[in-house]
């Protein structure tokens, strides 16, 4: 076992012995200032709970095992994904002055896009029939989805172009039969949008699509003017029976679920114009230096894994549950499931023993107020222990200040009573309460950046491959067996 592992094992085998005390007597609450900032985001972290040498415990662990420098290896392209041998490189694609031997091809595709984004918007580019592109199609799944559909979503009223998005994930074909029949061929463009071109629902939508290009008399190589691909296989076109539709590179070094800030973007590039997505790199640029060159104690990503590890292992708290009062971020729960659960659900080390620690923790939530009104008395007086992350904005992005401050004075409210003990229950609660300025491409991309950066720290602690998912492979094998079998 390498050193830092056991290193790590005996630092949390400590915070286990709380465990058994804890979980009859519930420790009370930090308490005090413990206002963490950092890029415009704040965390308040004095809802936790723990004493102050308990939280001293918790950095000293973080640098034993040279937690900081051991991410600093990821940000420098070390071979991080063992088990795919490959870098984890996704900090590179928003890091405009690196000199790492990849960063050209970032810089040089960034300004494709930059350049495809301003002929569509402009309409330059046009589709066969000469006529502008109104609608952009975005074909993917997970990584190639989540996180774009939850920025665009989030930036709607950033939309500077008159393109609309329209996101087509689930194979359901409800979805496509809806969409369809509201657009015109000539005037839409596909992102058929895939890391690797192999998956089966995005293949379908995309041939899906094509024929139905193909009944409305559009084909052969007019279809190159209505597809383009975003995948790092160079017979991404051919697949889907456009051998001639344009490529926007992504490379093996970018894991899905952390792949917004690549060409996956490029409907927001679209979208949102470049300035806005540039403003969205640059956030998540400054949340990567803050993870690195912070001291421990000020250091967002770093405290969050830290508190993650002591809600999970010393108070047996279960899940993690994600509260944004924001309507715009409400799709930003699906999206931190995927980086959070699909990166750590995982039961064994890197080393290949079985963890005896618990790692990936359920992420779910609901958006304030609604939650309120569905799951939040489970929350005060079931049995459950839960992590809760409240988020909101100060500033509304609408005039209707009455409705801002009635959804703030309840956000405020909430993070104080979900941690209020009834003598009458069971549950028991910790929140952090993580606040942003305002909902923007910036703020927005360093939100993100931390919780990517929390998300690969726990890896890091708990000695695990954050960047694989090799259990999501079985239900594919299973879903093509019985296509097969019923064809
Ligand atoms: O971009 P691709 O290769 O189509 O993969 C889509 C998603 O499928 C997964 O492999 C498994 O769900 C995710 O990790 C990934 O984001």
């Known amino acids: 076992m390498p050193e830092f592992l056991s290193k790590t094992q005996a630092g949390l085998a400590e915070i286990s012995a709380y465990s058994d005390e804890y979980e009859k007597n519930p420790p009370k609450l930090l308490g005090g200032d413990h206002t963490l900032e950092a890029c415009g985001v704040k965390v308040d972290i004095s809802r936790q709970r723990l004493n ?90 997970g990584g190639s989805f989540a996180g774009p559909h939850f920025v665009y979503d989030a930036c709607q009223d950033m939309n500077t172009s008159s393109i609309a998005v329209h996101w087509v994930s689930n194979v359901d074909g409800w979805v496509l039969v809806n969409l369809l029949s509201k657009l015109s061929a000539s005037t839409t463009l596909v992102i058929v949008s895939s890391k690797s071109f192999g998956t089966a629902e995005t293949l379908l939508n995309a041939e899906t699509i094509r024929n139905w290009f193909i009944q409305q008399g559009i084909e052969g190589e007019e279809l190159c003017k209505h597809f383009v691909v975003v995948s790092s296989n160079e ?185 209020t003990e009834d003598d009458d229950s069971l549950a028991m609660n910790t929140v952090n309460v993580i606040r942003v300025r305002d909902i923007s491409p910036y703020s927005l991309g360093a939100l993100m950046a931390m919780y990517e950066h929390k998300t690969t720290m726990l890896g890091n602690l708990f000695g695990i491959n954050p960047f694989d998912q090799p259990g999501v492979e079985l239900g594919k094998r299973l879903a093509r067996d019985i296509m097969n079998e019923e064809q």
């Open 235 to 419: 017979k991404a076109g051919e697949k889907i029976g456009v051998p001639c539709a344009r490529r926007f590179p992504i490379w093996d070094w970018v894991g899905g679920r952390f792949s917004v800030w690549s060409a996956t973007g490029l409907p927001l590039m679209i979208a949102l114009g470049p300035t806005h997505f540039d403003e969205f790199l640059r956030g998540a640029h400054q949340m990567d230096m803050h993870s690195i060159e912070s001291e421990p104690e000020k250091n967002l990503p770093l405290t969050l894994a830290l508190l993650s590890i002591w809600n999970s292992i010393a108070l047996n708290a279960g899940t993690l549950c994600f509260l944004p009062y924001e309507h715009r971020l409400r799709h930003m729960i699906q999206w931190l499931q995927q980086l959070q659960m699909e990166s750590l659900g995982k039961s064994r080390l890197t080393n290949g023993e079985l963890t005896f620690f618990p790692t990936g923790r359920i992420v779910w939530g609901g958006l304030g107020n609604d939650a309120q009104h569905t799951f939040f008395q489970c929350l005060r007086q079931g049995v459950a222990r839960t992590a809760i992350d409240i988020l909101w904005a100060d500033r509304p992005a609408h005039s209707l200040t009455v409705h801002h401050d009635f959804l703030l004075a309840n956000a405020k409210a909430q993070a104080n009573v979900l941690v």
């Open 52 to 141: 102050e040498e308990e939280l001293k415990h918790l950095y000293r662990i973080a640098e034993d095992v040279h937690l900081v420098e051991r991410h600093r290896n990821m940000m420098q392209g070390k071979q991080v994904n063992s088990s795919e041998k490959r870098a984890a490189l996704h900090t590179l694609l928003r890091d405009p002055e690196s000199s790492l031997p990849q960063a050209e091809a970032v810089r040089k595709n960034l300004d494709e896009m930059r350049k495809f984004a301003y002929e569509i918007r402009q309409g330059l580019w046009r589709g066969t029939t000469g006529q502008r592109i109104t609608d952009v199609i975005n074909v993917g799944i």
